[in-house]
């Protein structure tokens, strides 16, 4: 196997993992529940929540970008052991199945952004016991994972806006929105639950009093 032919695996990885995780699950969604889920990341231009949406855009056409080039030969993927990146192809196709498995476990309840003054139901089992935000996390490593396999700039740069992007995006626009809509529901849970990680990020009781009240 060639480093070409890696980076041929993983650009098809990366656009099926698009259409099934955007696209399929959007059309599961909207045959469900007669909406598409993509509430999308609008916010005034320049505010953090924009900026959130902006890195998570560029991330997912860097990635692409990277890979593309890399398969394709216009550009030369750092040097990297073959066994390595393979590897990375098992590790993105992990993550692609884990945002899957999360995206079912949200139900209805699944969005890509959030809609101001609309109520979901707060998923809180399956992996959501573990981590809050197990969709991003997930990507985080799909992405990851593709990284490894094609280890480049643009591909390095992609996984650091997509990074970027979802902290902004979970930082300031989904925890808050959560605590004003749930209250001491979303306080409990934040306080026991990770927010990437298992037991990492958890929102210290007093903060979410304030933040709740």
Do not use: C, K
Request: hydrophobic letters at 50%.
């Amino acid at each position: 196997m060639t480093a070409d032919t890696t980076a041929t695996a993983a650009l098809l990885l990366y656009v099926v993992g698009l259409v099934v995780t955007f696209g399929v699950r959007s059309w599961l969604h909207r045959r469900r529940t007669g909406s598409t889920g993509l509430v999308g990341f609008s916010s005034a231009i320049g505010a953090p929540a924009w900026w959130g949406g902006v890195s998570f855009v560029l991330a997912l056409v860097l990635t692409g970008a990277g890979l593309g080039l890399a398969a394709t030969e216009a550009i030369d993927a750092a040097p990297a052991p073959l066994a390595g990146t393979w590897t990375g192809v098992v590790v993105a196709v992990a993550g692609f199945l884990g945002v899957l498995v999360s995206q079912s476990g949200m139900g209805t309840s699944w969005r890509i952004g959030v809609r101001p003054g609309e109520e979901t139901e707060l998923v809180t089992d399956g992996p959501f016991a573990w981590l809050r935000n197990p969709i991003f996390t997930a990507m985080i490593v799909a992405v990851g994972g593709l990284v490894l396999a094609v280890p480049s700039p643009m591909t390095l740069a992609g996984l650091v806006f997509l990074v970027l992007g979802i902290e902004i995006q979970v930082r300031v626009t989904e925890e808050p929105h959560l605590l004003a809509t749930h209250g001491a529901h979303y306080a409990d849970y934040a306080s026991r639950v990770g927010r990437f990680l298992p037991g990492v990020g958890t929102l210290p009781a007093p903060l979410i009093s304030r933040t709740s009240a």
